[in-house]
């Protein structure tokens, strides 16, 4: 007897075969799923009618920096440095527990309501927001932000804040709470610090989380300190391998494609982000063709302004073709998997998410079909990618619990969550107005 | 004693000034506004609570091919000409009256759905997405697509068509419905043609909708047979003019942005259909420098897919800064003014609607403001353009006339709305297989 049925859904699995049941069920025993396909005749303590609705893995926000939710629109339409360190940064500087909290808090629910189950984090304070991530009943594989900046006290710190956290976190909350090392980049990190985020991520068996290539600025910083490119120069060092996860990945040559692949990096494609601090375009066709299972994230919401990964998709869909003039570049379905198992894959989670497989973690979305932008009803891949918002998600579950049903977020006090944002980011506003 | 009263939002008015009541009130007399402002102290028969809502112009989506609907989602990914060759045109010839008024229906209810009030529509049995519209209760600029292909005889049936639709339907429904003339574009169009059909709408007295340099197979088209690029071209012929809506404009030399100008053509920016069909980033930057007020419109749902105006601005906003690789391109601020005022100036209906002034029709909105994607809460014109999709309207006011109200839309029965669509497409697409 399953504890919950999805009945009578249109059922997307992205299994490896990428079935679809226009009339199936999904069936959910504990934290993972028991049975799957159009023929599932399991009784359940919950049914849940799926009919009219898609039933589909939860997105995987691959990059994120949950907190900065409280810098949402304090400052856009900036040049970069100038939004940097005249806006954020001095911001951040004031950071406290509290307020990465209450951020993650807000992040964390305006997720949850716009149908993603997994996120990957890099930011400060991270404790905080694991004991969010705890409290709403979202999976998150959180990571301390590492910035060295030539600094070798700041670095011996720095590895104890990121190693202080695997340790402390890894694995709880029912494994929903994952952790990996958060070196900032190539160019806020040195190659001794860089290597030794590697040997303590192979130490405790976690993943690394970086951001690459993002801006051309960056190229040209690093290739003047190091004489090559971020890719080459990493890869020269011997910092790449399967278990890092790379931000962006915006400037790339064939050869540091070929250097990505070769080492099994996972890229994360940021469409929204790269597009709004105008860093340039991802070759997201060329790594989708070399076999690079390119994920999906959302950046901060300081840079985007929203979490909502529907919107990403379409953005990751229509970005790539009109920047190769072909509009068949990364079509629908290539989007979503993208936004599902290829993300899970970047976070070597791709034996427990991603699809909706019997024994995988029971990480499911309902959306509803019955609105006027998802009629005529041919295609629900492509409406998912080119119709869907993050309001269409009904029902949500994060290993096994139904955290969202029918819009209404179960697991947090919303009213009190916005509340508590809002007075968060109100408080470091004012600090920095005070100060400047 | 006012009829409606919509008390204590957050008024975004549009106005020259661009002046912004934080805790403001909206007065509506009959169809029009009757006051606007911080010291708004009428009585109405009925008022609304709009603490913790944006209340501002509804959005005018100033190109679109509304019926298309119904072929929403049908082919996504393809090259062009194969899409239009081998999938729109054939679907489209089975076309009949009452498909077009369904899928009316259904773009009304998705832009009523998503804060739309006024739309310029070129497509065909226009009577009947007249129909829709009276019925819906939106506001409409019509215009029947005169598709020449140097056959004189065509020409003149379609002359005949595009004047009868006009002469029958322009000012109808206590005006909701405007018309105009719609010749689809130079490639489609001989010179007879277009200035034939600009006699006639000098005649009745209004604007011209038409397609102008949206893919550069287009202007190697006209290139190839007239010896000029589009512009020029049009130009040439004494064809531009003040009363020409122009669709895309996206392949424009700087000296064809300055015969724009100069002409006083209102170009209409679709970034989502450019970006889907691959056709090429319009240079808004340099249009809204050189003082053209560029409108906004998301196309057909045939290459969209969606009739939402706030995702198009996300759009804007962020196209054009990346494609300029300048994180200042195309403020939010300029991007609210695309899909607001410089809709209405695009449609010569700026004394009429585009802003929240005394006088004006009473077109307007209200944003929900009480969600996690818009918290924190500090420059609401940047979240309605970064953060807001369509679901987050809550109220829809046009011509005096409630037309939703927390969502619930009040002038059509939605359920059938949407049944009879999707029976209206999948009839054309039987139609279709049966054929092929």
């Known amino acids: 007897m399953a504890d919950i049925l999805l009945r009578d859904g249109y059922i997307i699995t992205m299994d490896a075969q990428r079935r679809v049941f226009k009339l199936g069920s999904v069936a959910i025993e504990g934290d993972r799923i028991s049975a799957v396909g159009k023929e599932v005749r399991e009784r ?9 609705k898609a039933v589909l893995p939860g997105t995987i926000n691959a990059h994120t920096h949950l907190s900065m939710t409280l810098l949402r629109g304090v400052a856009d339409d900036m040049p970069l440095m100038e939004w940097l360190e005249n806006k954020i940064w001095p911001i951040e500087r004031n950071l406290k527990g509290q307020d990465c909290y209450a951020g993650a808090m807000l992040g964390c629910l305006e997720m949850i309501k716009s149908g993603t189950t997994c996120f990957a984090d ?14 709403a009943g979202i999976r998150g594989v959180l990571s301390y932000g590492i910035i060295e ?11 104890q804040a990121g190693e202080k956290l695997v340790k402390e976190c890894h694995g709880t909350a029912n494994g929903r709470i994952l952790t990996m090392f958060g070196p900032h980049a190539s160019y806020t990190c040195s190659p001794e610090c860089l290597m030794q985020v ?3 991520a192979k130490k405790y068996k976690v993943g690394i989380h970086t951001h690459i290539s993002e801006s051309q600025d960056e190229v040209e910083r690093v290739t003047k300190k190091y004489g090559r490119r971020p890719v080459e120069h990493l890869d020269a060092i011997g910092f790449l391998g399967p278990e890092v996860l790379a931000a962006h990945c915006v400037w790339l040559t064939e050869q540091e494609i ?13 469409p929204v982000s790269n597009m709004k601090t105008a860093s340039g375009v991802a070759p997201v066709p060329e790594m989708l063709a070399a076999g690079i299972p390119v994920a999906l994230g959302t950046d901060g919401a300081a840079s985007n302004n929203a979490l909502d990964m529907f919107n990403e998709m379409k953005f990751a869909a229509l970005l790539n073709k009109v920047h190769k003039l072909d509009p068949t570049a990364v079509p629908a379905q290539a989007v979503l998997e993208m936004a599902t198992i290829n993300g899970a894959i970047a976070l070597g989670l791709q034996d427990e998410i991603g699809s909706l497989e019997v024994g995988k973690k029971a990480d499911v979305l309902l959306v509803d079909l019955k609105k006027p932008h998802f009629v005529p009803l041919y295609n629900v891949v492509s409406h998912l990618v080119y119709n869907a918002v993050g309001s269409d998600v009904d029902t949500v579950i994060v290993d096994g619990e139904v955290v969202m049903r029918e819009r209404e977020v179960l697991t947090v006090d919303e009213d009190k969550v916005l509340e508590e944002a809002q007075k968060a980011s109100g408080g470091l506003l004012a600090c920095w107005e005070a100060i400047r």
Request: hydrophobic share 35%; charged share 40%; aromatic share 6%.
């Open 44 to 52: 359940a303590d919950v049914v849940i009618d799926a009919s009219g």
């Open 122 to 135: 890099q930011y400060f304070f991270m404790k905080d927001v694991a004991n969010a991530v705890e409290e």
């Open 149 to 159: 900046r030539d600094d070798p006290e700041r670095r011996k710190s720095e590895l």
């Open 198 to 200: 590697k040997e303590l």
């Open 258 to 270: 070929s250097i990505l692949r070769e080492r099994g990096v996972k890229p994360v494609h940021s």
